[in-house]
């Protein structure tokens, strides 16, 4: 599994770099580092769904019950993507930009605002990212996005989030 995961976010990661104009060996080390704790959580994340199942076997608990979990990782995807393109793209201008969704009040808040790669990242304010604390959907489900534009960037700092 952990092998999986690897293979599973360096590819995320690539289609985030190539969606920035970026090739896998032109990354900086601070987005290999990124890239690689990336990796490293989800092996801790791996290693206590483990536990979790063993600790169900043992108690004659059903399986099943850990099955949801595993879409974690499958989101985890989308969230590498997300960020390996935020990192990549600098200077770039990026709208907030709603998905196909329920929105929470954060993301509606974010909808519109447009800011430079580097702003977003440097605040760690991104789309997707699951476990995210400055939105109240924490980025689970969450199919917002950021989205490279030529429009002219949003005045002032980001609302103040839900």
Known sequence: MEGT???GIRAAWRNGLEKAG????????????ARNDFILTQYDHLHSFADAIAEGKKGQGRLDEFLSRSDLWIRAFDSAVTQAFAMAAGNK???WTLGE???CRSCLKLDGKIKRANYWTERGILPRVQGAGYLECHGYRCQCDLIETEEPLSKGPLPGLP
């Open 5 to 7: 995961i690897d293979r």
């Open 22 to 33: 970026i090739l896998e060996d032109e990354m900086t080390i601070d987005e290999v580092g």
């Open 93 to 95: 201008k990026l709208r």
């Open 101 to 103: 969704a329920e929105h």
